[in-house]
């Protein structure tokens, strides 16, 4: 089956971030064809047999590759606004994981449909997840056709190791299911509650699927003192020194890096996802973004989860992200509009090693577009679109989303997700769990 997108202004966010106003994209099954100038398409690639091509009017709409989401927790839409105005610690310690002892298995599978309903409605195609149940989200990933890359989160040790393994070994199967459209990290939760001999297991668990490393790194203050008081070195010189660099690092947060720590993330392109919403809602402070770039660090966005966030928009998080940069270091050039989208899209991808699949639109990368509605007046008069997008622009600007060639949302309407069932299990799940 060929779609071609006509009458589509484009950005393609390649290497080269290559706009062209009057534009057409063709992509066959899942598969971009053409993503160019409206003139420079040659009929022969529209030819197809009766029946066998779809036609899309993007008129008045930008075309952009999908927004990824490198880091955030799927399921815990289930405790968004249950625990607002606290430290991460305190978070973490007396509200959440409490509460997180309350889910069943299953009840993953609502909670990350009801995340998937989200991020889709706000452009997002491609999401990194952590997080327990991880095969009841990656249910919920095959069933609404999102694509993601999955880690069971590990921490310990304690007596519930061997199920986490078993459990990491039960994600690895779906690697081969829901057309490629899931990969798996193994995701060792932080050095504050990892021990070493769990890091070095993730490690090992790492190289044994040939699959990279998500992890949480010096997000706040105590966690890089309290390393430095154990092992006498930080965060990152700490997985450093245990082996983990030597394998593809995803390293979500890293709001308290030092120069060192800088420079040993570039040598061993270790990537980062900044998560500036979370980050401020939980008092950890300003990610050194601008450093991070400097050093030639790859650098995505994530929303964390709707917990800390509260919502799981990347496109609320660039606008955000370009902001603080400007504001926290005084300079006016920190972080242009561009740059943000660029974190949000090539660099997203590169941050999962997906680069070769997703993250632009040009030929032989997979189909996983949005199409976004300029028609509102906080896109008039027209300048740099991407500025706009960042700056004036909302969620509900997103009209059309497609992943993998399929068309998940079209004029606003999800097409693979039954919402009003989602709310009403979600419902029953908070019942249960809260009151």
């Given amino acids: 089956m060929k779609t071609l997108i006509k009458n589509i202004e484009i950005i393609t966010m390649d290497d080269e971030n290559r706009h062209y106003p009057e534009g057409a994209i063709l992509y066959e099954d899942d598969t971009i064809v053409y993503a160019g100038p409206s003139s420079g398409l040659d009929s022969r690639l529209i030819k197809a047999e009766p029946g066998k091509l779809k036609i899309m009017d993007g008129r008045g709409m930008l075309a952009l590759p999908g927004f990824v989401n490198a880091h955030t927790h799927i399921a815990m839409t289930a405790f968004r606004g249950y625990a607002d105005n606290m430290p991460l610690w305190e978070w973490l310690s007396q509200r959440i994981w409490p509460m997180e002892e309350r889910l069943e298995q299953g009840d993953a599978y609502w909670l990350s449909l009801l995340g998937a309903a989200e991020m889709i409605s706000s452009g997002v195609t491609t999401f990194s997840d952590m997080y327990m149940f991880m095969t009841d989200t990656a249910q919920a990933v095959s069933d609404c056709g999102m694509r993601a890359v999955l880690s069971r989160g590990l921490t310990g040790p304690d007596e519930h190791m061997e199920q986490r393994y078993r459990e990491v070994d039960e994600l690895a199967e779906w690697q081969r299911k829901a057309e490629g459209r899931i990969r798996m990290m193994i995701g060792p939760h932080s050095v504050y509650t990892c021990a070493p001999e769990v890091l070095i297991t993730s490690r090992q668990l790492a190289e044994k699927y040939g699959v990279g490393i998500h992890v949480h790194l010096s997000e706040t203050a105590g966690e890089v003192e ?26 979500a947060h890293c709001v308290h890096l030092t120069q060192d720590d800088m420079e040993l993330m570039a040598g061993w392109n270790v990537k980062a996802v900044h998560c500036p919403s979370s980050n401020m809602k939980l008092a950890s402070g300003f990610a050194p973004v601008d450093d991070m770039l400097r050093h030639g660090i790859t650098l995505s966005l994530g929303t964390d989860g709707a917990a800390s966030n509260n919502n799981l928009s990347i496109l609320k998080e660039m606008s955000v992200a370009a902001l603080i940069a400007k504001g926290y270091t005084g300079n006016a050039e920190a972080l242009p509009a561009v740059k943000a989208v660029e974190m949000a899209t090539r660099m997203g991808a590169e941050a999962l ?83």
């Fill in 226 to 251: 309290e390393c430095i008081g154990k092992y006498g070195k930080t965060p990152v010189r700490h997985l450093h020194d245990l082996g983990l660099f030597e394998l593809p690092v995803t390293a």
């Fill in 353 to 435: 090693n997906l680069q070769d699949e997703i993250g632009s639109l040009e030929p032989g990368k997979k189909a996983d577009i949005q199409l976004i509605d300029l028609s509102g007046p906080h896109y008039h008069p027209r300048e740099d679109p991407l500025v706009h997008l960042v700056y004036s622009g909302y969620s509900g600007d997103i009209n059309t989303v497609v992943i993998n060639g399929q068309v998940v949302m079209q004029d606003r309407v999800l097409t693979t997700i039954d919402l009003e069932r989602v709310y009403k299990e979600v419902d029953r799940i908070i019942k249960r769990i809260r009151y």
